[in-house]
Nanobody, 121 residues
Framework: QVQLVESGGGLVQPGGSLRLSCAAS????????MGWYRQAPGNERELVAR???????NYADSVKGRFTISRDNAKNTVYLQMNSLKPEDTAVYYC???????????????WGQGTQVTVSS
């Protein structure tokens, strides 16, 4: 079965950094488009960053210039480097894998269990 396992979340001060990892199994990772989404309590899940099977990236405007998504196909892992973190970045972050490049407002495919990121002083 497909498994996506996120790690790297935690508590960090404003202005700090975290690196999230998502390890995938049960899929041909190199063929999948990968994304990071986040959801805060009471809010809808939203796209944070996405990287295609070919390595093209896109970001939500709110994180552009602060976050970087990358992938290591040899390790079946996608990363999200988060710098200059703000309290409004606080959310559960989810990894997504999909063979189809979709509208980010309509995500499908496979999901991880999520990892909590809390930005607070």
């Amino acid at each position: 079965q497909v498994q996506l396992v996120e790690s790297g979340g935690g508590l960090v001060q404003p202005g700090g950094s975290l690196r999230l990892s998502c390890a995938a199994s049960g899929i041909i990772f190199r063929l999948c488009h990968m994304g990071w989404y986040r959801q805060a309590p009471g809010n809808e899940r939203e796209l944070v960053a996405r990287i295609t099977s070919g390595g093209s990236t896109n970001y939500a405007d709110s994180v552009k210039g602060r976050f970087t998504i990358s992938r290591d196909n040899a390790k079946n892992t996608v990363y999200l480097q988060m710098n200059s973190l703000k309290p409004e970045d606080t959310a559960v972050y989810y990894c997504n894998a999909d063979l189809t490049y979709r509208d980010p407002a309509s995500p499908r495919g496979y999901w991880g269990q999520g990892t909590q990121v809390t930005v607070s002083s």
